[in-house]
């Protein structure tokens, strides 16, 4: 298999195969193809994963030059649209740093166009980002907002001091989600917090198999950018979220239903319809609701030194 992105071939040599569940090593059934990509889901643990995982070092450069041209939605790839599209996103990130009284810097990891980073200054946090896309760093670098281009690993000079760590719709892009998170926890003070807001796996499961009657071999639907590979490499379970992370010296603190987006027209009014049904399955099955397509997580940090 050959990674594609735009009109770019990767190396397939370079893909690496993937045989286990990444997070709990449990054995993988066919979840479905997406363009040339397969996913899988582990029998375990229910996460959604891409296998071959492409190559970290060349998804890394076509995040650099590629990721905003190639237009995973056309909300996204419009820095004016995404704005008014995820503000219910910025606003429910926001609402856990002010509800854990969260006190001094404030890192926005994949912070993309800068709205959160701007929204959280607005906020009066002390708040700075990092992204790897070089349009979306210059567009927020000319609104004059802190954030560098490059990963965590431009940050060094930050260790230990951070507060909290957020990353909006960044978890599921990832392709070294342990490199990741060990420098997350260098970064983060003793108790700091890591706030993720990603996609899970449960609810697109139930809506791709649904869309294909269950035939597992005929491709996936887009399902509004959730299974764009190779961009999207995991969708995480709840249970997979939690053992990832955890192995890395955190401990789970709450879970939360995250906001649909606000985008126009029909769909808009699918997202603030589901919203609502949303917050009365929660109340009633919590984690176990079914159709609560993206959860805020909040993990804090437990032990001085990441595991290896």
């Not at 379970?237 to 239903?257: D, L």
């Not at 649909?260 to 919590?286: D, F, H, P, T």
Request: aromatic residues 10%; contains cysteine.
């Amino acid at each position: 298999m050959e990674l594609k992105v735009g009109k770019k071939i990767y190396s397939a040599a370079r893909m690496t195969q993937t045989t286990a569940c990444i997070v709990c090593q449990g054995p993988l059934t066919l979840f479905g193809p997406y363009s040339t990509y397969t996913f899988m889901r582990c029998l375990v643990c229910g996460t959604i994963q891409l296998s071959p995982m492409p190559d970290e070092a060349e998804m890394g450069r076509a995040y650099q030059t590629e990721y905003v041209a190639y237009k995973q939605t056309k909300e996204f790839s419009d820095p004016e649209k995404w704005r008014n599209v995820s503000r219910t996103y910025r606003a429910s990130i926001i609402q856990v740093l002010t509800d854990y009284r969260v006190n001094g810097m404030v890192v926005d990891f994949g912070a993309g166009w800068g709205h959160l980073v701007n929204a959280m200054i607005q906020r009066g946090f002390d708040a700075r980002g990092v992204e790897i896309s070089r349009d979306q760093v210059a567009y927020a670098q000319q609104r004059g907002l802190p954030i560098q281009q490059g990963d965590l690993n431009t940050l060094r000079e930050f260790e230990g001091q951070v507060s909290a760590l957020t990353m909006s719709a960044v978890f599921e892009h990832l392709v070294n989600h342990a490199a990741v998170l060990s420098a997350v926890h260098r970064l983060l003070k003793d108790d700091g917090l890591l706030v993720t807001l990603h996609p899970t796996a449960a609810t697109f499961r139930l809506v791709g198999n649904l869309f294909r009657f269950g035939n597992k071999r005929k491709p996936l639907p887009d399902l509004a950018g959730a299974l764009t590979a190779p961009w999207h490499t995991v969708l995480f379970s709840i249970e997979g979220t939690k053992q990832m992370i955890a192995r890395h010296g955190f401990e789970i603190v709450e879970i939360r239903p995250a906001p649909q987006g606000r985008l126009g027209g029909i769909l808009g009014l699918i997202q603030v319809s589901l919203e609502l049904v949303n917050k009365l399955g929660w109340r009633a099955w919590n984690t176990r609701w079914p159709l609560v397509t993206t959860h805020i997580f909040v993990f804090r940090k437990v032990s001085s030194v990441a595991p290896g």
